[in-house]
């Protein structure tokens, strides 16, 4: 199966963040939420009005991802109107 993203969607997975051990002692139930993700570039929708390099890493509100699961895979999309920066290598 190969997943092809469409009304200006964007493909990506999500880059898992390195947890910091705090000085602060909180309950094991709770988690701080970061507001934004790292994002890299999977697959794009041919009508995105950017190009986007598969890749190419993406910072985006943590919110504004959506996880569809389906045949037991994951699949995390975002629209492309919710990228706030790429990050590229000069």
Known sequence: MNPIP???HILVSKQESKEK????????????????TLATVVESASDCKSAWTPGTTLVVPTH?????????????LVS????????FDK
């Open 6 to 8: 469409f009304n200006r």
């Open 64 to 76: 504004a991802i959506e996880t569809l699961s389906f045949d037991g895979k994951e699949f995390c």
């Open 80 to 87: 492309e109107n919710h990228i706030l920066m790429g990050l």
């Open 21 to 36: 051990d705090g000085l602060v002692l909180v309950p094991d139930e709770y988690k701080q939420v970061n507001p934004f």
